[in-house]
């Protein structure tokens, strides 16, 4: 089994909707960005013997120790404010459950939902540009599954990683938090909705607009962001050209509900033709 492109580890989610449920979760939304991109994707997650990921996830490498349940999530949206709950949470990943042959995979995305990637999990990916999407690092429930937002206090989550990505949303007012990434990781990517995003590298934040988009579903924007930025930064070494395709690829997703919006590298590209003025400032 040789290493796929890029590698995604995290539950999958099942997201739940009125009349069903749809797939979520960073492994979800990252992997398939990496995958309409061109990339061979391989994802290391955890999910009960019923959910059929291969069918689900078609040209998608998925590995992973079977769980008694799949995470779900129930999101509820007031506005731009949005309330979480998980009735079901599979169980944690270890670093046994990532191939010896995946751990030279050119790029890594670190993405659980809620604390179930071990915080030296990083470290096993010594050679890959390695990302960690903090969210879930950030959540935790309470008695009723209910997700509270935290200050991370465990092992540095970050520690071996060229990347971090977060939301405003993420962070709400524990804001010293981001001042210590800025510190330690090379760059720190802070996606703000529909305000754009903020950059850290080199020691500065820049900004970055929203692309125009008609929003119809926001849920994963995030996670495309960071898919889509650490395949461009592994491509170009430019984090200003990362961040601008990662921003148009995700504006380009909010425009259908789960997956379906997300697009390749044709349409991200347009839009980014379509709107020079939105650059890293």
Request: contains cysteine.
């Amino acid at each position: 089994m040789s290493a796929p492109d890029l590698v995604v580890v995290g539950h999958v989610v099942q997201d739940l909707v009125p009349g069903g449920w749809r797939l979520g979760g960073t492994a979800t939304f990252a992997s398939v960005q990496a995958e309409r991109l061109g990339l061979r994707v391989g994802v290391v997650t955890r999910t009960s013997t019923d959910l059929a990921l291969n069918d689900l996830l078609p040209g998608i490498e998925i590995v992973g120790r079977p769980s008694t349940c799949t995470t779900a999530f129930e999101n509820l949206y007031e506005g731009n404010l949005r309330r979480q709950r998980v009735p079901l949470l599979a169980e944690s990943l270890e670093t046994e459950d990532v191939p010896e042959s995946w751990r030279t995979a050119p790029i890594v995305l670190l993405g659980p939902v809620c604390g179930e990637v071990p915080a030296e999990m990083g470290a096993l990916f010594p050679r890959s540009l390695v990302g960690a999407a903090a969210q879930g690092w950030l959540r935790q429930l309470d008695e009723e599954g209910r997700v509270q937002m935290r200050t991370w206090s465990g092992p540095p989550f970050w520690s071996g990683c060229r990347a971090v990505f977060v939301s405003d949303e993420d962070l709400g007012q524990r804001r010293d938090q981001l001042d210590r990434w800025a510190d330690e990781v090379p760059l720190v990517a802070l996606t703000r909705d529909w305000r754009g995003a903020k950059l850290h590298t080199h020691g500065r934040w820049q900004q970055i607009e929203a692309f125009p988009a008609q929003e119809v579903d926001p849920t994963g924007a995030g996670d495309v962001f960071a898919a889509a930025f650490l395949v461009r930064y592994h491509e170009t070494e430019d984090a200003a050209e990362a961040a601008r395709f990662a921003s148009a690829a995700a504006a380009c997703s909010v425009e259908a509900a789960g997956i379906e919006a997300i697009v390749g590298r044709r349409e991200i590209e347009a839009r980014m033709e379509k709107h020079p003025e939105v650059v890293l400032r």
